[in-house]
């Protein structure tokens, strides 16, 4: 027994060299590849293949997945791999539909624990908000950490359901003063919150700590909340910069913990440097909600303590429990609002009365200029329902084609309260409680006598990316503006953007050295109007409307022939040039194609020619330079292409067959040529079987 002991022993010695040889091997062989990964210079692009949440196997090794050779790449394993590889990487996705995270045509990764921390610069790029949402469930969770000091890009993503407790950047998190952006992207239901401690928690979508740079591009912030601390939807840190373009900002709030102090900046609170441009900022809170005995929170819609532009922007009914509804602009800060609407906020008093409330609109305590814009239907406890300039401060407002009335506030002040300089071509509809608004060009109307500005009754989508409040036939601001600015920047455009241009018209009985151009942030008259057209056989031309901007996109429902060929009228109110055309595909569309093939200029129409536009894509139609003579400035059209759309709402749905059944065998009209998808001039089962076989088929 012991003999065959002894041999057993001697027998599986070389065993055990071998096996910790080959260990070794593969250790050194991991070890290589991770060397060679952190060393090598070219980017590396990661596909995550995966709705899955697990780790990568060999962080470094250069290859994402969760077993060596399973080839299961997961969005959190892709991370891991990036931040191991030296130099900014790229990340992908490309996940089968029998993928168990797939359901209706979007992907769902549900989050089990934070995603690792985002140490490298990194492109993060996602098929589109629609598609792929990143949830965090139930989990005390932030998206994304920032800690590069490199730059890391977010797109087409959608994040839910995140929260982190006594910290700050419920959903996103710059934090090592690096540079952030985030384009194309949805953050819903997230917050930072505060255990009732006396740490306050702040930036509840976005968080930018001083030194950092945020881009944000054409992207939604719903529900994103700072939950015992400032900046509901986002905070700037002293000395960070931040530029918001295009988005929306909505339904969120910035809260007291009851320890801390009031939350401030129901959407946005700025110390450092920030820009807010064709924006919209609705539906927000700054208050007390826990007690505590503090006073209340200011700037319903935005807290400034830096330095901030907002141009050609929308904030409405926002609310603040002390100060500044739509906006409180702090001691020593810098605003400047440009061609924007400040419409239906309001700063309420704390319950129990234990403060005062003014400033519906704006409050203000520093330095304030605001530019052809419309402050109206604000409302204030106490006193100032359009701008309250606070006289116990170093606040100093000046105003220049600015509409401030139709606002409420009790006493003596409805419009404005304290003192302010005025450029003149103002118009206030009750100018009591204020003194500086006497230019010669001003408009002016008392609480005996108010001057009615002739606003249309609410805001409305008139055009552009942002609401505004139209100006009504025969309101006096029509004509009596300037298009410059406090600045000295030329405006050619109103609020809405390129396509609403400001009509400079001297001839007129203008105001004094005004140009003719109205007062506020919307210009009345002509302008510029968008169709496809196509022919219905005998039935003659009929025309979609295309809005130039807004939320709703035209939808050409109709067949494009082989060549998938589009016709494109847009006519302005006055002769013009361009100088060129282009079309710019759907990037959210995998495979999506469109090209011009010819265009002309005819006076004041263009026409421009589309050939091979696949379906179900939104393209943009740009015409650069295009000039009246007086104005330049580029014309963007979008247009939804969707077969079978027939009910114009973006998908194609047992709705659009049932809505092409019902109108068989009627004569194509204004009224019914949508339902002739295929351009016969006559509606029949051939455009039901074409409807129906596109059903399932949506916008991106």
């Not at 990661?46 to 196997?57: K, P, R």
Request: with cysteine.
């Amino acid at each position: 027994m012991i003999m065959k002991t002894t041999n057993a022993r001697h027998l599986f010695r070389p065993l055990i060299g071998v096996a910790l040889v080959c260990a070794a091997a593969v250790a050194l062989c991991a070890a290589t590849r991770a060397d060679a990964a952190q060393q090598a210079p070219f980017p590396e692009i990661f596909v995550v293949n995966s709705t899955g949440d697990g780790d990568d196997a060999f962080p470094g090794d250069g290859q994402c997945e969760t077993v060596v050779g399973n080839g299961v790449c997961t969005l959190r394993a892709a991370i891991e791999e990036a931040n191991a590889h030296a130099g900014g990487d790229g990340i992908s996705f490309s996940i089968p539909t029998s993928d168990p995270g797939y359901s209706n045509g979007m992907w769902t990764i549900n989050l089990s624990r934070a995603l690792p921390d985002i140490s490298d610069s990194v492109n993060i790029n996602g098929p589109g908000a629609n598609m792929l949402t990143l949830n965090g469930g139930s989990h005390l969770l932030r998206f994304f950490n920032v800690t590069t000091s490199g730059t890391v890009n977010l797109s087409g993503l959608a994040l839910v359901n995140g929260e982190v407790l006594d910290d700050n950047g419920g959903g996103i998190q710059n934090y090592n003063a690096g540079t952030l952006n985030v384009t194309n992207c949805s953050l819903g239901a997230i917050l930072a919150l505060s255990d009732n401690t006396a740490v306050a928690t702040s930036g509840g979508g976005i968080y930018n700590r001083a030194g950092g740079t945020v881009n944000v591009i054409n992207t939604e912030l719903a529900a994103t909340s700072a939950d015992g601390g400032n900046g509901g939807c986002i905070y700037n840190g002293g000395t960070g910069t931040i530029h918001v373009t295009d988005s929306t900002l909505s339904d969120s709030y910035a809260s007291a913990n009851g320890v801390t102090g009031a939350g401030n900046g129901g959407a946005v609170y700025n110390a450092g440097t920030m820009t807010i441009t064709n924006t919209t900022i609705y539906l927000f809170d700054a208050d007390l909600t826990n007690g505590g005995g503090n006073p209340g929170g200011n700037g319903g819609g935005i807290y400034n303590g830096g330095t901030m532009t907002v141009t050609g922007s929308t904030i409405y009914q926002a609310r603040a429990v002390t100060n500044g509804g739509g906006i409180y602009n702090a001691d020593f800060a810098s605003l400047n609002i440009i061609n924007s609407t400040i419409y239906g906020n309001d700063a309420a008093a704390f319950p129990a009365g234990r403060n005062l409330a003014s400033g519906g609109g704006i409050y203000n305590r520093g330095a304030l200029n605001v530019s052809n814009s419309t402050i109206s239907g604000n409302s204030a406890d106490t006193a100032g329902g359009g701008i309250y300039n606070d006289s116990q401060a170093t606040g100093n407002v000046t105003v220049k084609s600015t509409i401030i009335a139709k606002n409420i506030g009790t006493g003596s002040d409805p419009d404005v309260a304290g003192s302010f300089t005025s450029q003149g071509f103002n118009l206030v509809g009750k100018n009591d409680g204020s003194t500086g608004l006497n230019a010669t060009t001003d408009l002016t109307g008392t609480i005996a006598s108010p001057l009615d500005p002739k606003l249309a009754a609410s805001l409305q989508n008139n055009g552009g990316l942002t609401g505004t409040v139209a100006l009504l036939s025969g309101s006096p601001a029509i004509d009596k503006g300037t298009s410059t600015t406090i600045t000295g920047l030329h405006l050619t455009a109103d609020q809405r953007g390129v396509g609403y241009s400001r009509t400079i018209n001297k001839s007129n009985p203008n105001a004094t050295g005004g140009d003719g151009t109205d007062i506020g942030a919307f210009e009345s008259g002509a302008h510029i109007k968008a169709v496809s057209r196509k022919t219905h056989g005998t039935a003659g031309m009929f025309d979609i409307t295309l809005p130039l901007t807004g939320t709703k996109v035209g939808v050409e429902c109709r067949k494009g022939g082989s060549s998938h060929v589009f016709t494109v009228i847009i006519t302005f109110p006055t002769a013009v040039t361009v100088e060129s055309v282009s079309v710019t595909p759907d990037s959210k569309a995998p495979g999506a194609t469109a090209s011009v093939s010819s265009s002309s200029v005819s006076g004041h129409l263009v026409t421009v020619y589309l050939t091979g536009v696949s379906n179900a894509q939104r393209i943009v139609i740009t015409l650069s330079g295009v000039s009246d003579g007086t104005n330049t400035g580029d014309v963007s059209v979008p247009m939804g292409v969707l077969l079978g759309d027939t009910n114009n709402n973006g998908s194609v749905t047992s709705n659009d067959v049932t809505l092409t059944q019902s109108k068989v065998g009627q004569v194509v009209s204004k009224t019914t040529f949508r339902e002739d998808v295929t351009l016969d001039g006559l509606i029949n089962s051939t455009d039901v079987q074409q409807v129906q076989s596109k059903v399932g088929s949506k916008l991106p």
